[in-house]
């Protein structure tokens, strides 16, 4: 989304008088960049919902970038959008208000700003290699996103660890019609040798429950 706007305002020639020079010097000036597919985790097509159970439902959908599907998981909550987002912000606190994401280690490697910041985490799940997940994290007023990016090597952590060549997602808080939704949405590819469908199984099994772990931090005010 960033760059697209970087690229209608240069496209037109649209220029920007000083009073917003901070906001889009901070858009123009990042490293980092959105995936070519990102947009399909965002649009409302292809989405099969594969589990309805009171306050949850789940989605999966077919991303070409991976062997396994994509996901959007709703949960239609109570809390507030900054309760929600501020622990979805905290990576470093992932292993103890996240603990049935499998995350064992986790921290930053740079908190550049109070908009972006790189994260990084090991996802140890029974029976597979560890993983090792470093993105960059980008806060938006209602939305967190990252997206993957590489800032240490491997030999910087002490585990012999795999790195997934696809992960991209975000965490959404969206009101509409007296209702609030925390969204997660995720494309990833773990990598190794894993066969899709343990990988969708997982998936479809821990992140509800990642999603309500999250509202239950946020709620008892874990996260400031």
Known sequence: ??????????????????????????LFSQDFQYPPEWH??????GWT?????????VFEKPILVSPVPAFRVELVTPVSTEA????????DQYPETLSSA?????????????????????????????????FDHIRHLSRI???STQFN???????QLIIPPVNFGSWEVLESDGETKLIYRVCTNPGGVVPSWIVRKTSRNY?????LELEEAALNGVVE
């Open 84 to 91: 929600l987002l501020n622990v979805a912000w905290a990576v």
């Open 102 to 134: 499998y995350i064992v280690k986790a921290g930053f490697n740079h908190r550049n700003s109070a908009q972006h910041q790189q994260g990084w985490q090991i996802m140890d799940i029974p029976f597979l290699a560890p993983r090792l997940y470093q």
């Open 40 to 45: 399909e985790l965002f649009s409302d097509s």
């Open 1 to 26: 989304m960033l760059l697209v706007l970087r690229d209608l305002l240069l496209r037109n020639k649209i220029f920007i008088f000083p009073i917003y020079g901070l906001f889009f010097g901070f």
């Open 49 to 57: 919902l594969i589990t309805k159970k009171e306050r949850i439902r």
């Open 145 to 147: 996103d990252w997206i």
């Open 153 to 159: 090597h491997p030999e910087d952590f002490p585990e």
């Open 207 to 211: 992140i509800p429950d990642m999603l």
